[in-house]
């Protein structure tokens, strides 16, 4: 699976964005989908997934209620809707494709990545 993420951009704090990523080369029906975000001098963190069938959905709390993550089997997409952005959630944002379908916090689970897409949020 090749993904591809898309929608990142320099924003003001409280805007929104949503950053999309396609997959190429095989469905991702069958994959959990996952977003993470790496900042300059940290690690990389889990930001949201959503799980093979989207039956379920997980958020990191810093992002509960304000992040929104959705996949569209039939476009082979998965999308990450971002709202009231603030400054701490500038960060390359990637997704990836988790074999055990279950959308896992973990990146260790996930088996394909997509390049990252940058996300700047000044205040």
């Known amino acids: 699976v090749q993904l591809q993420a898309s929608g990142g951009g320099l924003v003001q704090e409280g805007d929104s964005l949503r950053l999309s990523c396609a997959a190429s080369?095989?469905?991702?029906?069958?994959?959990?989908m996952g977003w993470f975000r790496q900042a300059p001098g940290k690690e990389r963190e889990f930001v949201a997934a959503?799980?093979?069938?989207?039956?379920?959905?997980k958020y990191a709390d810093s992002m509960k209620g304000r992040f929104t993550v959705s996949k569209d089997n039939a476009k082979n997409t998965v999308s990450l809707q971002m709202n009231n952005l603030k400054p701490e959630d500038t960060a390359v944002y990637y997704c990836?494709?988790?074999?055990?379908?279950?959308?896992?916090?973990?990146?260790?689970?996930?088996?394909?990545w997509g390049q990252g897409t940058q996300v700047t949020v000044s205040s």
């Open positions: 990836a494709a988790d074999l055990y379908g279950l959308g896992s916090v973990r990146p260790d689970d996930y088996e394909y």
């Open positions: 959503v799980s093979r069938g989207s039956y379920s959905t």
């Open positions: 080369g095989r469905t991702i029906s069958s994959y959990g």
